[in-house]
């Protein structure tokens, strides 16, 4: 069983970055597909940014393209986050999975998930 835990969030201002960090613990997730996924209240979880279990592909929602980037090591999986916009607001979940995809289905092991807040 993977155990994730998200860090880095917080409230900023429109324009602002931020990084958010997942430090998968309990067992190996080298060999994992890792992604991110968001909800803001009163809407559905929605795919944010995924990366494959070597690192070399990446997949983004629309919203977040150019905008945000997910990147990994051996020891956690980091979404940094620029030029925040107010419709960036959710909560921000870490996923692990055995396939990298862009649904929730494709995650197994989730994140308790951590606040992010942006102002206008």
């Known amino acids: 069983q993977v155990q994730l835990v998200e860090s880095g969030g917080g409230l900023v201002q429109a324009g602002d970055s931020l990084r958010l960090s997942c430090a998968p613990s309990g067992r190996s997730f080298s060999w994992l597909a890792m992604g991110w996924f968001r909800q803001a209240p009163g809407k559905e979880r929605e795919f944010v940014a995924a990366?494959?279990?070597?690192?070399?592909i990446t997949k983004y929602a629309d919203s977040v393209k150019g905008r945000f980037t997910i990147s990994r090591d051996n020891a956690k999986v980091i979404l940094q986050m620029n030029r925040l916009k107010p419709e960036d607001t959710a909560v921000y979940y870490c996923?692990?999975?055995?396939?990298?995809?862009?649904?929730?289905?494709?995650?197994?092991?989730w994140g308790q998930g951590i606040q992010v807040t942006v102002s206008s």
């Open positions: 996923a692990a999975g055995v396939r990298l995809g862009e649904s929730r289905s494709d995650y197994r092991n």
């Open positions: 990366i494959s279990k070597i690192g070399g």
